[in-house]
């Protein structure tokens, strides 16, 4: 990232009063601490010792009967419980790219995904190319918020390289339909699946985990001890008694709900402030993609918006080639409240037209 | 890891009645489990969410001051919070062996640092010959139990060369003095310094630290963000509370004198029952590394001690080659209870009778 904007958003996040589309964090209101506080006060000592690299076999057991619900082959032996969505995208890469290779990513792309790839030394390139490696988020794209189109889904499996999934959004689809099947489902020899816990529980207990082709399942264990020894085997134990105990199910139909009303707000809050500014609706995940007809330069709009108490992800960071242009943003409708979305699009319609009268006036 | 050792250790943890050297684990009946439930009992939905990848400001600060107290110049900014100290030595090796390069390594070694090393393609030598990265446990080895001595020291900060210096035992010195200043105190732009809470808190919260020259911070946090973004929030949150409420120190001179009378124990079951092994006394730690006049087959050894309902590490996976000969062991005497560790000895020593015998026999 861009330093200048990381230090923009670290100074945001210290101010009060700030209502931020940055981020794309799920809503921590929702987040359920009292009961993770009882599973942990019924933890046995043996959750603080060190454990193997794979994770807690409980753990392990409840994501491969999720992902066999989805049509996936895949036993809890193949799971490998990652911290995050984001270790699984390193350990991936790690038994996928050992040399510079191609690496096929969408226009728009989840930043952390860039950041590996790069520090790999790969050569970035646009989904529909031909490449050693394809990243796709099937069920809901990052930033768009859109799911793969059958053709290209279809093209996508049709290729003989591998495919990395990352399949972090894919219970907060809006159309209240079970998610769909992964591309693990459909080639499970050429498929490493990412998933986590931290968009649907909560992103501070780190769980996440990795399904690799079977041939990559024991390298896939050595790279995480070599990361880390093992998850934190804590946070795992909380996690198996508290899916044990509650209605993991319920809960995603809840929060389904929760964003899809808050992507609805901010389509019309939008709509109404910035009727200038071009979105499509998302099917499902945490943000808008953001374009305007104007050439806008994305640190000048952060400036400007921090300026009126808001913020946002700038485009660049999203793009293989970090291009400041065609302006974009990404808007999470995520953590704000309604009422507090409708304000804070005021206060981005705000910036845009402080920077629209100084363009005014520096050409007159 | 050999596999066929890994697969003997992994049937050795699930039978039951098993008395095991292996491993090297804390004790886990000192783990503070109701204290940490109550901490999280006070612990803030703040804590469930993502956050900064150098981890929680309140953490931070009480490693800075540890560091301080013995004499390092190190703010709460310098300190990056990692999950255990085995990222933090991932990282610091990203950050140091971008190339091929050569790496000094104590003749008995923590194997997740060989792993690294070996991983990043480096060159390993031996501790007095020249390197571009020296890595060292200055204040307790693992496995030997040693302290570096002073001219050893001396030597190595004499050098050039940038130096990773892991601290993960550097409290748990038997002499119930305050712990040595580590290396990063006498050449702050040369020393990454790596801590833990894992072998004094418990390993299951993944709580480690990584300090480096102050010219290598940002790349630090980037390396972070691109492992796992931040580390556990929950868990780090559980352990600020815990340490504004709880006497660590205290818990520091009670775990010292339980280890301390382990390590006697030890070693003198194994005067009794084995006296033809070799050891020193550690100075600190969690084991002994043991050696034999006879030139034994690890393997087999290992084998032997299983039958018996024993265990241990062998020696090769310590070594920078690899090299199965001389025959070493380590020892750990941190889970086994005192009669526990005499018992134990016994098996190990009737495992060795029963190699002798064969070993008689197909020589007759």
């Given at each position: 990232m861009d330093q200048r904007v990381e230090e923009l958003q670290r100074r945001c996040v210290a101010r009060p009063g700030v209502l931020s589309f940055a981020g794309g964090l799920p809503a921590a209101a929702t987040f359920p601490l009292a009961a993770l506080a009882a599973a942990l006060g019924e933890t046995e000592r043996d959750a603080l010792q060190y454990d193997w690299p794979e994770g807690r076999e409980g753990l392990r057991r409840w994501i491969a009967a999720r992902l066999r619900q989805r049509g996936a082959d895949v036993a809890a032996d193949d799971v490998l419980v990652t911290s995050g969505a984001q270790q699984a995208l390193d350990i991936a890469v790690q038994l996928t790219l050992p040399e510079r290779r191609r690496v096929a990513v969408p226009e728009a792309c989840y930043p952390g995904a860039l950041e590996l790839f790069s520090a790999a030394g790969a050569e970035l390139v646009g989904t529909a190319e031909e490449a050693d490696l394809h990243y796709a988020?099937?069920?809901?794209?990052?930033?768009?918020g859109r799911t793969l189109p059958r053709a290209e889904r279809a093209w996508l499996l049709g290729r003989g390289s591998l495919i990395l999934e990352d399949d972090a959004y894919a219970e907060l689809r809006f159309d209240d339909e079970p998610p769909p099947a992964p591309l693990l489902a459909a080639a499970r020899d050429r498929v490493l699946h990412v998933g986590t816990l931290s968009k649907t529980l909560c992103p501070g207990l780190r769980i996440g985990w990795l399904v690799t082709p079977p041939r990559l399942r024991d390298a896939g264990r050595r790279a995480k001890l070599r990361a880390?020894?093992?998850?934190?085997s804590l946070a795992q134990s909380i996690v198996e008694r508290y899916l044990e105990q509650e209605d993991y199910d319920g809960r995603l139909v809840s929060l389904r709900s929760r964003y899809s009303r808050g992507a609805d707000a901010l389509m019309g809050a939008l709509r109404r402030h910035i009727p200038e500014c071009n979105f499509e609706a998302p099917e499902g995940g945490f943000s808008l993609w953001v374009t305007t007809p104007e050439a806008w330069d994305e640190v000048e709009v952060l400036r400007a918006a921090l300026a009126h108490g808001t913020s946002f992800d700038p485009g660049s960071s999203f793009r293989r080639d970090g291009a400041k242009r065609p302006f974009a943003m990404r808007l999470a409708f995520s953590t704000l409240a309604v009422d507090e979305m409708e304000e804070a699009a005021k206060r981005l319609a705000r910036a845009f037209r402080d920077l629209s009268r100084q363009r005014t006036k520096s050409s007159a």
């Open positions: 988020m099937p069920a809901v794209e990052n930033p768009m880390d020894l093992q998850g934190n």
